[in-house]
């Protein structure tokens, strides 16, 4: 990956890398590690799927009741990283995290399957559970509640964005000698440099 190679704006050097991946046909193109602080400092890092990204930032969506969340509410920011790992790639993204429209939220969550709509009412994540018969039996009982109709969007349940303050672009190379290039945002322009592997 040399610095000639590289788009001005990470956002479109991210999309250029994200369609070749998907060009590639690698699994869950869109799958990020996410990683978040808890108030007591430990770091704590899961996958999720990004559902939205374009200029105001990378969306992914959850419980708000979630270990994450309560994270991203103490401190409101993370990093993200997309692994493609079968093109010797991964690219990095860091910056404040808020929460998306109610709106932006409802879109979504109609476009999912009938299925995950009604899991998102029932799991509260990251809770304790005494065994898995706890979510059969809410499910049944909350595929009774909505049988007929939309399933309305939960009030716990919706969707975050992270708004970069910084990328980094990784390629792999022999001897273990990456390009790192890091782009850094600055007023209403990105500084773009090369870091050692």
């Known amino acids: ?115 995950s709509q009604l899991g998102a009412w029932i799991s509260e994540q990251s809770q304790v559970i005494s065994s898995r018969k706890v979510l059969t039996t809410l499910l049944n009982q909350i595929k009774d509640k909505f049988k007929e109709g939309e399933v309305p969007l939960p009030d716990a349940w919706g969707g975050y964005r992270i708004i970069p303050e910084s990328y980094e672009f990784w390629q792999g190379r022999a001897s273990r000698l990456h390009d790192r290039f890091k782009y850094t945002k600055d007023k209403d322009h990105w500084l773009i440099n090369r870091l050692a592997p």
Request: aromatic content about 10%; proline content about 4%; overall charge positive.
């Open 1 to 115: 990956l040399n610095r000639a190679d590289l788009l001005s704006n990470p956002l479109q050097q991210f999309e250029k890398w994200f369609q070749q991946a998907r060009t590639a046909e690698l699994k869950e193109v869109n799958a990020m590690s996410i990683a978040t602080v808890r108030a007591d400092g430990m770091p704590q890092v899961r996958t999720v799927l990004l559902k939205i990204f374009d200029e105001r930032g990378f969306v992914f969506f959850t419980n708000y009741n979630s270990a994450k969340s309560q994270e991203i509410q103490s401190n409101p920011k993370a990093s993200i990283l997309f692994p493609w790992l079968d093109l010797e790639r991964q690219v990095r993204i860091s910056g404040a995290v808020e929460k998306v429209s109610k709106v932006e939220s409802l879109k979504y969550f109609a476009s999912r399957p009938r299925g």
